[in-house]
């Protein structure tokens, strides 16, 4: 079987292609340079540091929305990160302010709140506001930060007629897996409720969620859209785009092992080493049904047909999306290997259950396999106290 053929790395484990990310990091590149745009590395879908030193060739710079994520920015990629945060605690400002060159805030409270902070600290700090502009086609309501109601940026009508002494941008994100034309529908929303600010800022921060390295998306649009927007605003100094899943996409894989096989009511279920609810959250929240290598969607014609379940307790830890169909029957032993898991996929992993983390593994340009990280008992029990 193909799933086989990763009997190279432990199980469960992350595999991250090195060649494949580079290739994507080639396209944003090819857009940074062609639009004159800065585009960016969001940790919150790609958080794979030890390729940090390979991003940082083409990308410039990172996005974080934690503390964390922003001392990872800084220790890894070795540059400040560019920070945004639905809400800012006045313990983690200080770090906030430390390892950040761009900070934009929620809402108008908040830059009350940290404003004096902010102004006095002794480094050169542009900050920014996340706006709503209202307008969002992402299908998935737990992902659209543009429902009403959003707690997520302020609205126009909410907004001052000149932006705040110290504001120099204004951010706003509202899409996830988006094509271009997504994203032009969305600047005439947030043109149309904001243009008299955007003519005071430096930046725009036009978020995530753009999805330019996939195979079908629209770069020439894109490069179009991002230069006409530079044109009517020339007082931008740096449009700015924070992507995540684009720079991961299609790098790699999820490899787990069949550790059992149950029968009830007809349906086969094999139980793998990895959890739906613990490192594929998205399969069960979004929903979708992830690929896995070597396997199809059942039709009338298929005999070997299996419910894929996972390791924890959780009764609905299992692909609810349908089941899969394998060219022959499965064994303990086998390993399933779930394609296009290094964005948002790995960067979810909890420890719900005590259930083990997946080893992080890269195949490198040279097609060596490097074994990063395999977490342990002592990362479980370090979280619990």
């Keep these: 079987m193909i799933s086989n053929e990763y009997d190279f790395c432990p199980s469960p484990c992350y595999v991250m292609y090195e060649q494949a ?40 710079g990172a996005a974080a929305s934690s ?102 941008g204004l951010h706003f994100h509202a899409l996830c897996e988006n094509n271009s034309y997504s994203l032009e ?79 009830n009511k007809g349906i086969k279920t094999a139980i793998l080493d990895v959890s739906f609810s613990c490192h594929m959250p998205d399969c069960l929240e979004m929903p979708y049904k992830p690929v896995v290598l070597g396997a199809t969607s059942p039709d009338e014609n298929s005999k070997f047909v299996y419910r894929l379940g996972g390791c924890s307790c959780l009764a609905g830890d299992f692909i609810g999306m349908g089941d899969f169909a394998f060219p022959e029957p499965l064994e303990v032993g086998d390993r399933i290997v779930f394609d296009d898991m290094i964005h948002y996929t790995m960067v979810k992993t909890t420890f719900f259950n005590g259930v083990r983390h997946p080893a992080i593994g890269m195949i490198t340009k040279e097609g060596d396999f490097n074994l990063l990280a395999q977490p342990d008992y002592s990362q479980y029990k370090a979280k619990l106290g």
């Design 185 to 263: 529908n969305c600047l005439k929303s947030f043109e149309e409720k904001f243009a008299p600010l955007i003519r005071e800022c430096k930046w725009v921060n036009m978020g995530g969620g753009h999805l330019i390295t996939e195979e079908d998306y629209d770069v020439p649009h894109l490069i179009s859209i991002l230069t006409e927007f530079k044109k009517r605003y020339p007082n931008l100094q740096d449009v700015i785009l924070e992507p995540g899943e684009a720079v991961g996409w299609q790098t790699g894989v999820l490899v787990s092992t069949v550790e059992d096989i149950v029968e």
């Design 21 to 60: 990310l580079e290739a994507n990091l080639q396209l944003l590149d090819l857009v940074q340079q062609q639009a004159g745009v800065s585009i960016i590395c969001a940790l919150k879908g790609f958080s794979f540091w030890n390729s940090f030193p390979l991003v940082k060739q083409y990308l410039k």
């Design 67 to 168: 503390v964390n994520e922003a001392r990872l920015v800084a220790e890894e990629m070795h540059c400040e990160a560019h920070t945004y945060a639905p809400a800012y605690t006045d313990t983690d400002f200080e770090d906030i302010l430390i390892y950040s060159d761009h900070i934009t805030f929620n809402s108008l409270s908040q830059w009350e709140r940290f404003k004096g902070r902010a102004l006095a600290f002794p480094k050169q700090i542009s900050f920014g506001l996340r706006v709503n502009p209202e307008y969002s086609e992402v299908k998935t309501d737990l992902y659209n930060p543009a429902l009403p109601g959003s707690r997520l940026g302020i609205l126009a009508a909410d907004m001052p007629e000149h932006l705040p002494q110290g504001i120099e």
